[in-house]
């Protein structure tokens, strides 16, 4: 494995386990095995390394999610908000078979991205991927053209909320569903069952 595998590989072990914030470059080196000037000659900075870890999935995920979204806004009939958000199901879950746990670390990843207000991280994903944003939006107005732009970012963004508390915790409520309930519950069962709920929220009548 190249050295600049190794460093993302650890980066996104601990980034996604104890956050961005919580992580030193330190303990990146030291999980890599790599000195800090291995990290400065392939990134530059944390923040550098950041992005290349998000990007490392979202260059996996985004032609997927594009294709997947464009079908949505280009079928005659008008989609429901379930089908919309049912669109991210299978590029979502191909992350597992890019890398062994994709689609949890990689929804972890996300939820850290606003957790740990990494306001850069969000800008740097919505300007280097704007067909995907653009796309949804578009899929989202034609399931629901009575929603203003407003109506739809606060929509949207109450959505990201609960997608992230339910992702950053989905290990501990795949426990609660086994201890409680006898249901064994995989990452792919949590996505289905948050969306039903997602897409009442945004299809919720306008006051």
Known sequence: MSTKNKILDAAES?????GFNGTSLRE?????????????????????LIKAVMSRYMNELSP????SLLVICQQDSKPTLNEVFSAFIDPLLSLNVFRENGTSNFLQLLGRGYTDSQGFLRWFLTTQYPEVITN???AVQRAYPELSAEDIFWRLHFTMGTVIFTMSSSDALMDIAMSDFEQKVDIADVIRKVIPFVASGVGAPLS
């Open 28 to 48: 990146i080196t030291s999980l890599a095995e790599v000195n800090l000037a291995a990290v400065n000659y392939h990134f530059g900075s944390k923040k550098e």
């Open 136 to 138: 949804f939006v578009t």
């Open 14 to 18: 601990l980034f996604a386990d104890k």
């Open 64 to 67: 997927n999610l594009q294709t």
